[in-house]
T-cell receptor, first 116, second 114 residues
């Protein structure tokens, strides 16, 4: 079945540091890939997505590129802020015709804390 | 305007009780979901409905019964609550069942079993 593996956290950074959160996946076919963010006490919000190989998703200074050859979708940001402190989830969604059609499979989440 | 709203936000109850969580979306989406998030933040899908029809049932105990009276609502009823049911339950919706569409989440219902 499909699976997503994220780098283990927690990750603690100083403001303006560079952020990378690694994400690799196992899936049949060509899934869509997502990063979701969960702020304390809230539900998940879509951060960015990519639906085919070599697509780059970007939002709020965050970027991730769909790499089919390495089955990866690493999240990066050049300069983090205190307000970026949250839990980040990598996820994939199966495509039509597969047993995982329409189903989001999440990684285990990475807690990010940014200090001033 | 809240896109996906679920009630209650907090639910504290005794083992063995029966409880319900309600979810409504005002986005006009066709597909709705229930997820369970454990204490380590791990998220797992429980159910999905598309136009009131059950699509995904992820080997959830039959004490959990979803009900979709219309495509804007997906409620979750839990019978005979157990300690292991303590978690945060999230409702979500997406435009359709297709894999390209992002899901929109409610703020969660924190269920605590005493």
């Amino acid at each position: 079945g499909n699976s997503v593996t994220q780098m283990e956290g927690p990750v603690t950074l100083s403001e303006e540091a560079f952020l990378t959160i690694n994400c690799t996946y196992t899936a049949t076919g060509y899934p869509s890939l997502f990063w979701y963010v969960q702020y304390p006490g809230e539900g998940l919000q879509l951060l960015l997505k990519a639906t085919k190989a070599d697509d780059k998703g970007s939002n709020k200074g965050f970027e991730a590129t769909y790499r089919k050859e390495t089955t990866s979708f690493h999240l990066e940001k050049g300069s983090v802020q205190v307000s970026d402190s949250a839990v980040y989830f990598c996820a994939l969604s199966g495509r039509a015709g597969g047993t995982s059609y329409g189903k989001l499979t999440f990684g285990q989440g990475t807690i990010l804390t940014v200090h001033p | 305007d809240t896109a996906v709203s679920q009630t209650p936000k907090y639910l504290v109850t005794q083992m063995g009780n029966d409880k319900s969580i309600k979810c409504e979306q005002n986005l006009g989406h066709d597909t709705m979901y229930w997820y369970k998030q454990d204490s380590k933040k791990f998220l797992k899908i429980m159910f999905s409905y598309n136009n009131k029809e059950l699509i995904i049932n992820e080997t959830v105990p039959n004490r959990f019964s979803p009900k979709s009276p219309d495509k804007a609502h997906l409620n979750l009823h839990i019978n005979s609550l157990e300690l292991g049911d303590s978690a945060v339950y999230f409702c979500a919706s997406s435009q359709d069942i297709g894999g390209n569409q992002p899901q929109h989440f409610g703020d969660g219902t924190r269920l605590s079993i005493l």
